[in-house]
C-alpha cells in the first residue's frame, strides 16, 4: 500500500540550530514530491516541490529539500531555524499508482526555542 | 491568489444532526478535495471531485457525503454526526485534468465538535 513516512513526530531544536525532517515514501515509480506547512491555527501552504529537473528544490524562506530516488526520500533540511519557524510540516506524494492524489505524512512538528 | 473559504472557522453540533461544510474556490480550478486531520494521522482524504456533479471516494468515506453543483463550490456532508467525527476538516483544490502534479490550495480548515 502507499505511504509516506515521517520519522519524527515531534523536533525540538534550539534557535539558529540546522534541523533536518525526513520523509520517505513508498512509490517506486516517478513522483511528484511535496512539503506543506502548517501555521498555528492556519490551513496548509506551500513550502516546496519537486517535479522534475534538479533533485535540490528550494523555498523563499531557507528551506530545502532533496529528492533521493535511490532512498526514496525527500528530507527538509534548514540551516539555522527561526522562532517562526515553528510550526507543523507534513510532506506530501503524487504518483500514478496514488491514483494521482495526494497522500500525506503523518506531520512533524517543528518546536523552535530561544 | 487563489482563495479558498470555507464557511465556519469552528463549529460545535450534536450527535445525530446534519452538518453541511461548505468550501468555495475563487480560481476555476476542476478539482476539490475534502481532508480531514488528526493528530498524529496527517490529513486523510475524505471524498475528493474533478468535476462538477462527479465525485469520487477517498480514503475514509464513511460517514460522509458530498456535492459539486457548481464548479466552485465543494460541500462535505455528515448525514448523522457522530462523536468520533471530532476534527479539523480540510478544503483543498488544484487546477488540471488531472491535478496529479499541480499544487493544492487549502482552506483555513473548520475545526468541528461533535458533543
Known amino acids: 500500500a502507499q505511504s509516506v513516512t515521517q520519522l519524527d513526530s515531534q523536533v525540538p531544536v534550539f534557535e539558529e540550530a540546522p534541523v533536518e525532517l525526513r520523509c520517505n515514501y513508498s512509490?517506486?515509480?516517478?513522483?511528484?514530491l511535496f512539503w506543506y506547512v502548517q501555521y498555528p491555527n492556519q490551513g496548509l501552504q506551500l513550502l516546496l516541490k519537486?517535479?522534475?529537473?534538479?533533485?535540490l528544490v528550494e523555498s523563499i524562506n531557507g528551506f530545502e529539500a532533496e529528492f533521493n530516488k535511490s532512498q526514496t526520500s525527500f528530507h527538509l533540511r534548514k540551516p539555522s531555524v527561526h522562532i517562526s519557524d515553528t510550526a507543523e510540516y507534513f510532506c506530501?506524494?503524487?504518483?500514478?499508482?496514488?491514483?494521482?492524489?495526494?497522500?500525506f505524512g503523518a506531520g512533524t512538528i517543528l518546536r523552535v526555542k530561544s | 491568489d487563489v482563495k479558498v473559504t470555507q464557511s465556519s472557522r469552528y463549529l460545535v453540533k450534536r450527535t445525530g444532526e446534519k452538518v453541511f461544510l461548505e468550501c468555495v474556490q475563487d480560481?476555476?480550478?476542476?478539482?476539490m478535495f475534502w481532508y480531514r486531520q488528526d493528530p498524529g494521522l496527517g490529513l486523510r482524504l475524505i471524498y475528493f471531485?474533478?468535476?462538477?456533479?462527479?465525485?469520487e471516494k477517498g480514503d475514509i468515506p464513511e460517514g460522509y457525503s458530498v456535492s459539486r453543483e457548481k464548479k466552485e463550490r465543494f460541500s462535505l456532508i455528515l448525514e448523522s454526526a457522530s462523536t468520533n467525527q471530532t476534527s479539523m476538516y480540510l478544503c483543498?483544490?488544484?487546477?488540471?485534468?488531472?491535478?496529479?502534479?499541480?499544487?493544492?490550495?487549502f482552506g483555513p480548515g473548520t475545526r468541528l465538535t461533535v458533543t
Open positions: 483543498a483544490s488544484t487546477p488540471g485534468a488531472s491535478g496529479r502534479r499541480y499544487e493544492q490550495y
Open positions: 512509490s517506486s515509480v516517478s513522483v511528484y
Open positions: 519537486y517535479l522534475s529537473g534538479s533533485t
Open positions: 506530501a506524494v503524487s504518483a500514478s499508482e496514488y491514483g494521482n492524489k495526494l497522500v
Open positions: 480560481m476555476d480550478h476542476e478539482n
Open positions: 471531485s474533478y468535476d462538477v456533479k462527479m465525485k
